[in-house]
């Protein structure tokens, strides 16, 4: 392994080991407590431009297998660790995490205090970071992260998803078959809004009941409400994504128009924060975000908490109460996790009910937007 340099924005240097790609790299670095899980959490989307740092201690003991990814690659920048293993100990392990790095171009870090890096965080907040094995020195690192574009110059969406809409044909993994089980039977259509969605929440939506077709971000409304109109599609999801979602003008320019048609959605996490916005109801940036797969979550309808899966830097206004109920509260600091507009069939949610990894407790959230949308008997096949 070769020396890895780390300068976070607040002029820390810190020294460790390279296990991934050799370069250099900048992004917005956050912490994330999922004690497993680490290849679902590197392969989605939503960590797009940014370092992971991981809180567990031990990365790398179950390797990676392609069953496991979230997306078609990684678009996080650097993943961070403590301690890495080298040699998985997993039946279903197909290569290392160092070498799915390096094959995806991704700089690794090891051998680095990790928790350290998490008190930062929590006490300055999310920052821009630079890791290079070429610059080691303080003014070349900040020569690079002072050209480096910050998280809200950059909406990511090109980058992460669909080029074109196609049909999703699988179904939620079975453990018992060690496969993903063939879609149901399903009389109801969909088009999710590729935002950076995960391949588990498309799962979900069919092992819900739906026909599901995927969107790339830069749709147009007018379309899906055509389409909508004469019953080939009965709703549309918004997904996850990353982000700023203030700086995603045009998306929120065509989820303006669904609302006025009052087409059946759900969203989640940056879908959720997008129809907030496109309601009138500008997001915040928190102080350092929640990452992990053990965030508690209220069910404000039920009142039962419910153990989470999250990845979100930005937070919807507790404003928005004069349009919805809040339905969903994170126990850890009250912010809103889920809302259901009045007088409209929207709803959304700021965790992740797919979970992927993480808890499988929210999954009702899918069956309830599949009793949402309307039939689609003039569905038809996408090419």
């Known amino acids: ?40 959490i590197v392969t989605d989307p939503s960590y797009a431009g940014q370092f992971i740092v991981f809180t567990m201690p031990e990365i790398g003991v179950v390797g990676v297998n392609k069953n496991d990814d979230e997306s078609r690659g990684v678009f ?25 790095l390096k094959r995806n171009n991704i700089v690794g870090v090891c051998n680095i205090d ?8 929590r006490k300055d907040g999310s920052m821009m970071a630079v890791a290079s ?29 669909a080029a074109k809409a196609y049909a999703h044909s699988r179904g939620a993994w079975n453990a018992k078959t060690q496969s993903y089980d063939p879609p149901p039977l399903a009389t109801k259509r969909v088009v999710a809004y590729d935002f950076g969605a995960k391949l588990n929440i498309l799962n979900e939506l069919t092992a819900a009941g739906l026909q599901v077709e995927v969107a790339p971000y830069n749709a147009k409304a007018d379309d899906l409400i055509a389409r909508f109109n004469n019953q080939e599609i009965g709703g549309v999801f918004l997904s996850n994504g990353p982000g700023d979602p203030l700086a995603l003008k045009d998306q929120i320019a065509q989820i303006r128009k669904l609302i006025d048609r009052k087409i059946p959605i759900f969203g989640i996490c940056l879908g959720h924060q997008l129809l907030a916005i496109a309601h009138g109801y500008e997001t915040y940036k928190l102080k350092f975000g929640h ?17 989470t899966s999250q990845n ?26 889920g809302v259901k507009y009045k007088n409209a069939p929207f709803f959304s949610v700021q965790h992740h009910p797919e979970a992927s990894p993480g808890p499988r407790e929210s999954r009702y959230l ?10 689609t008997p003039n569905a038809k096949n996408i090419a």
């Not at 300068?7 to 810190?14: D, H, P, T, W």
């Not at 996080?76 to 290392?96: G, I, K, W």
């Not at 899918?366 to 949308?373: D, I, K, P, W, Y």
């Open 76 to 100: 996080a920048r650097a993943v961070l660790v403590r301690n890495y293993q080298s040699v998985p100990s997993n039946y279903r392990a197909e290569e290392s995490l160092g070498d799915f």
């Open 133 to 161: 094995t070429e610059f080691s020195s303080y003014a070349d690192l900040r020569a690079v992260l002072d050209k480096a574009p910050r998280m809200n110059q950059n909406s990511f969406l090109s980058e992460v998803s």
């Open 1 to 40: 392994m070769s020396a890895v340099y780390l300068y976070l924005e607040n002029g820390i240097l810190l020294e460790g080991e390279s296990f991934g790609a050799k370069g250099t790299a900048s992004g917005e670095i956050v912490f994330n407590t999922s004690l497993s899980g680490y290849q679902e």
């Open 114 to 121: 990790t928790r350290v890096l998490a008190k930062i965080i």
């Open 312 to 337: 979100h830097n930005y937070s919807v206004p507790e404003s928005i109460s004069d349009i919805a109920d809040i339905t969903h509260i994170n126990l850890f600091d009250d912010t809103i996790e």
């Open 291 to 307: 990452h992990g797969a053990n965030h508690p979550v209220k069910n404000l309808q039920t009142l039962a908490v419910e153990i």
């Open 366 to 375: 899918f069956e309830s937007f599949a009793q949402n949308v309307l039939p």
